[in-house]
């Protein structure tokens, strides 16, 4: 089974599942339902994470998390495993519950943190299991639309609301419409995902490949080799050539390092993802002399808030629309 990714990062937003072993239930009468909501209340409390929406089906569940502390492996473990002890010793069974590990695909919040909450919350609805979303007893759906009076809350659904309105009770009723009308839509916002993990606007994609270059996992993760855009070196070279608006002779001849150059061969390892003798190769250094300048660079962007804007302006270049 290939290794998914596990991108973790401060603020991050996910949109995970797991299903069952063999597309079997997890789910087998109500009561299993209430201790999987335990679970969440003790793993939330524990890992400190946000719980903006979730799911619960019958042979797989949807939660979308926010992770103040960069932890949704960890979280995830300790769900599933406890979920799986408990289904495990009450029905008398053995093996695994889970079909694999789960999956999360990182979220752009500004672009589908109210689209994928809807989306959610109608999975009963696109199951045929009941007509109307408030009719299912297991999604946060209620608590957004303030059905769920003398319960505690578990569902953090202030960010989401307060992009319909400031006040609570209007933002619940405009929620409420919001989410009716998506019913009969078919439209999967997860088929959007970036290589399967990266759900957001070309630019957050774009953030996030950048922060992919520099992650070097244990393992070959499948999707890295899809997400880290691979570019031909003189593609790069060539749009940054554009950017400065110089000819390519300026950016590859030696000698003293400006800093378009610096810049491009900086980029030129972002973007392309190539070894440093091939960079080397086209501007006309060793592969130990880009691995310095590298370096440089890297200091220079922590070093001067003008050079690091200057690199995201020039990384949005390849941001293709």
Request: charged share 30%; net charge positive; with cysteine.
């Amino acid at each position: 089974m290939s290794r998914p990714l596990r991108l973790e990062f401060e603020g991050a937003f996910y949109h995970v599942t797991s299903r069952g072993n063999l597309r079997d239930r997890i789910f087998f009468d109500d009561k299993d339902r209430e201790k999987f909501l335990d679970i969440l209340r003790r793993t939330k409390q524990r890992y400190g994470y946000l719980l903006h929406a979730y799911a619960l089906m019958g042979n797989h569940y949807h939660l979308f998390l926010e992770t103040p502390r960069a932890n949704i492996s960890q979280i995830m473990q300790n769900i599933n495993t406890s979920y799986t002890v408990y289904i495990n010793k009450r029905h008398k069974r053995a093996g695994h519950l889970f079909q694999g590990r789960f999956k999360g695909i990182i979220v752009d919040k500004e672009t589908y943190l109210i689209v994928l909450s809807r989306y959610i919350h109608l999975n009963p609805v696109r199951a045929g299991m009941v007509e109307n979303p408030e009719d299912y007893r297991w999604t946060s759906y209620k608590e957004y639309i303030g059905a769920c009076k003398g319960k505690e809350s578990m569902v953090d659904t202030a960010e989401t609301l307060s992009s319909f309105s400031k006040t609570k009770t209007a933002a619940m009723k405009v929620y409420r419409e919001f989410v009716t009308e998506g019913i009969g839509e078919r439209n999967n916002p997860l088929e959007n995902a970036e290589a399967g993990a990266i759900l957001g606007s070309k630019i957050f994609i774009a953030q996030i490949r950048s922060m992919l270059q520099k992650w070097k996992p244990d393992k070959e993760v499948p999707q890295l080799k899809k997400l880290r855009k691979v570019l031909p070196v003189d593609t790069v070279i060539k749009v940054c050539c554009n950017y400065y608006g110089k000819k390519e002779e300026y950016l590859l001849k030696k000698g003293k390092e400006k800093g378009e150059r610096q810049a491009a061969i900086y980029v030129s390892k972002i973007m392309s993802n190539a070894k440093n003798t091939e960079i080397g190769k086209s501007f006309g250094i060793q592969g130990s002399t880009v691995s310095e300048a590298l370096k440089r660079a890297e200091a220079r962007i922590q070093r001067e808030k003008k050079f690091q804007k200057e690199i995201e302006a020039l990384k949005k270049q390849f941001i293709i629309e």
